[in-house]
């Protein structure tokens, strides 16, 4: 029996070296089909910023923007960016820019847009040097219901309708890395959750409607205009048991999609951003059962893998459909359990194993 765990122990090593870059993307796929409580984050380490014109000096302002979109970002926070060590980091920007590209915006006035690629690595580096909390990539999609309420009377803001709408929530989200989610507003939607419902914020009307999306995260907004250029708002953020319901006042509906995506995002940050330890980077031992073939446990190490916080994943032992790892993280036990909990493919269930800190069951 040990002789065979050797064999496929090695087997399995070898294969997942031979094929992890081709298959990375292909098994995140796998891993996420089905999945709405999470996705990964792509774009972490990128943003767009306006940018007057082409030239140097305005390139290295705009890159500075852009790295402290990404930080906000990547931590969840922006009191991180008074951290002596990010502002001197900012400074220089510039120099850790893996990648860029201008677009010309619609309109003439506005100018130009460049979009910024930075160094993950660095950028994740940067965050954990200042000691702010980090956010990994995988992250809670969040359903939104949002109204408006115009001259032309109440509106659901969807794609088809109303796109420029839309555009403007969904940029909102993005610039806080927060994977979103418009319903279809189809006959289904529209039974299930009426104008005056979601007007209302009527929380069980919503969170029912939210029901065919099966989403853990919904957020819902109201915007009404109020006269002189100010706008009156609400939004409310229901997520697992909890709900944080906040009003606002505001210049446009820009500046409304933006409180709301914040609101979200700060929330939602507290619950998973997690402070790195200090000094050595720490081992433990993940026990994960009912792993039957060789795509379910290249898809838990790819995922694995996918997380900042997590530096080495080792196979430890193959059993059956029992699979044993050693994790060398830069954060404890405790905290790491409080982002795989964002993978719905991995149950947490009562270790029975004297050596292992974290136990799941794979569940398809």
């Not at 803001?157 to 989200?173: G, K, T």
């Not at 289904?188 to 099966?214: G, H, V």
């Not at 193959?318 to 993978?343: H, K, P």
């Amino acid at each position: 029996m040990l002789l065979q765990c050797a064999y496929w122990r090695e087997y399995w090593e070898n294969m997942v070296k031979a094929t992890r870059i081709a298959l990375t993307y292909v098994l995140l796929a796998l891993l996420l089909a089905g999945n709405a409580g999470a996705e990964m984050v792509r774009d972490l380490h990128s943003a767009s910023v306006p940018v007057a014109n082409q030239g140097s000096k305005a390139l290295t302002a705009a890159a500075s923007q852009a790295l402290t979109e990404v930080l906000v970002k990547v931590s969840g926070s922006r009191l991180l960016l008074a951290n002596p060590v990010i502002v001197k980091a900012l400074s220089d920007s510039r120099a850790h820019v893996q990648q860029y590209v201008y677009t010309r915006n619609e309109l003439p006035e506005v100018g130009f847009s460049v979009r910024f690629e930075f160094d993950g690595e660095y950028v994740t580096d940067l965050v954990i040097q200042s000691g702010a909390p980090l956010w990994t990539a995988s992250r809670p999609l969040v359903l939104a219901w949002v109204v408006v309420e115009d001259e032309q009377g109440r509106h659901f803001v969807d794609r088809d309708n109303w796109p420029d709408e839309a555009q403007v929530l969904i940029e909102a989200f993005s610039r806080r890395g927060v994977p979103v989610q418009l319903p279809v507003f189809d006959l289904e939607d529209m039974a299930a959750l009426s104008l005056n419902d979601a007007w209302r914020l009527n929380a069980t009307a919503i969170q029912a409607a939210s029901a065919r999306y099966n989403a853990q995260d919904i957020v819902a907004g109201r915007l009404a205009s109020v006269g002189e250029g100010k706008s009156a708002g609400d939004w409310s953020y229901f997520y697992q048991d909890g709900r944080v319901n906040r009003s606002v006042t505001v210049d446009n509906l820009a500046s409304f999609m933006r409180d709301g995506v914040n609101i979200v995002a700060s929330e939602m940050a507290a619950r998973y951003a997690v402070a790195p330890t200090t000094g050595e980077n720490g081992d433990m031992h993940m026990s994960v059962i009912g792993v039957f073939t060789y795509s379910e446990y290249a898809a838990i190490v790819s995922w694995l893998e996918n997380l900042e916080l997590v530096e080495q994943v080792i196979i430890k032992q193959i059993q059956g459909d029992r699979v044993r790892f050693r994790l060398r993280a830069q954060t404890d036990a405790e905290q790491l359990s409080s982002i795989i909990e964002l993978n719905e493919n991995l149950l947490l269930v009562p270790t029975t194993e004297s050596d292992a800190v974290l136990s799941y069951r794979w569940q398809r």
